[in-house]
Antibody, heavy 121, light 109 residues
Framework: QVQLQESGPGLVKPSETLSLSCNVS????????WHWLRQPPGKGLEWLGY???????NYNPSLKSRLTLSVDTSGSHFSLSLKSLTAADTAYYYC???????????????WGRGTLVTVSS | SDVLTQIPSVSVAPGQTATITCGGK??????VHWYQQRPGQAPVLVVH???DRPSGIPDRFSGSNSGNSATLSISRVEVGDEADYYC????????????FGTGTKVTVL
């Protein structure tokens, strides 16, 4: 059974950079798309971007200038870096997997439990 | 980005059927996926491509999609079905194309 687990700081100061990692176990990272999403408390889900196992990326245009995704398939993890944080970035951050991307069939078949990131001084 | 509209909450007695809708313009022309999120747990895919169930999802979960509304039905509802449910589509006319519903909380009475 594939499992995803997010890790990272729970509290980050405004203007700083958030770094999160998602560890993948129970399966290979090859030939899959690896996504990040977030959900502000009490609000809806927002897709942030994905990275393919080859390193190909696709970002949400609203975050493209601040977001960088990376992948380490041999280390079974992928990462998110989001810079210039503000309070609006406070949210639960989730990692997830899909078999396809940029297509109608890009459902997310495995998710992590999520990690709450609070941006506050 | 666009948002898919869901009723915030649905209450259902055990053994009855819960119906969760997801509204969006011409959603019937798109593939709809549904996720279940129990408190403190990872979201779980329960239906993909309108009506297909992943392995391990009971056949009590079923989906349909037509016109401007997609539906997730949970028959013979159990206490363990109490969760938030989200719909998801990939809409090439939206930016970004991955669009999620506002979520429906299902409460089992």
């Amino acid at each position: 059974q594939v499992q995803l687990q997010e890790s990272g700081p729970g509290l980050v100061k405004p203007s700083e950079t958030l770094s999160l990692s998602c560890n993948v176990s129970g399966g290979s990272m090859e030939s899959f798309y690896w996504h990040w999403l977030r959900q502000p408390p009490g609000k809806g889900l927002e897709w942030l971007g994905y990275i393919y196992s080859s390193g190909l990326t696709n970002y949400n245009p609203s975050l493209k200038s601040r977001l960088t995704l990376s992948v380490d398939t041999s280390g079974s993890h992928f990462s998110l870096s989001l810079k210039s944080l503000t309070a609006a970035d406070t949210a639960y951050y989730y990692c997830a997997r899909s078999i396809w991307a940029s297509s109608p069939k890009n459902y997310l078949d495995y998710w992590g439990r999520g990690t709450l990131v609070t941006v506050s001084s | 980005s666009d948002v898919l509209t869901q009723i915030p909450s649905v209450s259902v007695a055990p053994g009855q059927t819960a119906t969760i809708t997801c509204g969006g313009k011409n959603i019937g022309t798109k593939s709809v996926h549904w996720y279940q999120q129990r408190p403190g747990q990872a979201p779980v895919l329960v239906v993909h491509d309108d009506s297909d169930r992943p392995s391990g999802i009971p056949d009590r979960f079923s989906g349909s999609n037509s016109g401007n509304s997609a539906t997730l039905s949970i028959s013979r509802v159990e206490v363990g079905d109490e969760a938030d449910y989200y719909c998801h589509v990939w809409d090439v006319t939206s930016d970004p194309p991955d669009v999620f519903g506002t979520g429906t909380k299902v409460t089992v009475l």
